[in-house]
């Protein structure tokens, strides 16, 4: 695995080892906060942090999803 070495502030590195989970290296950690989010991820997320959506507004959304076709892109 090629490595590179970065320089951040001492303010950077204190959210960042903040938001590391147990067992989490810092790389993982960086590749997890930078990806991409996806309606996907953000129900997830708001589903695991139990947020101001209820479970009711968060089935909703998931149905209206459900329902949506997919692009002919994809």
Known sequence: MERKTITIDRESYT????????GETF???IDRLAR????TDAL?????KRSWLSPAKLALIE???AGRR???RQ
Request: charged share 25%; glycine share 4%; net charge positive.
């Open 36 to 39: 991409v989010r996806t309606n």
């Open 70 to 72: 997919r692009s002919p």
């Open 44 to 48: 997830a997320h708001y589903r695991e």
């Open 63 to 65: 149905g209206v999803r």
């Open 15 to 22: 959210r960042l080892a903040a938001a590391q989970r147990p």
């Open 27 to 29: 790389s993982q950690t």
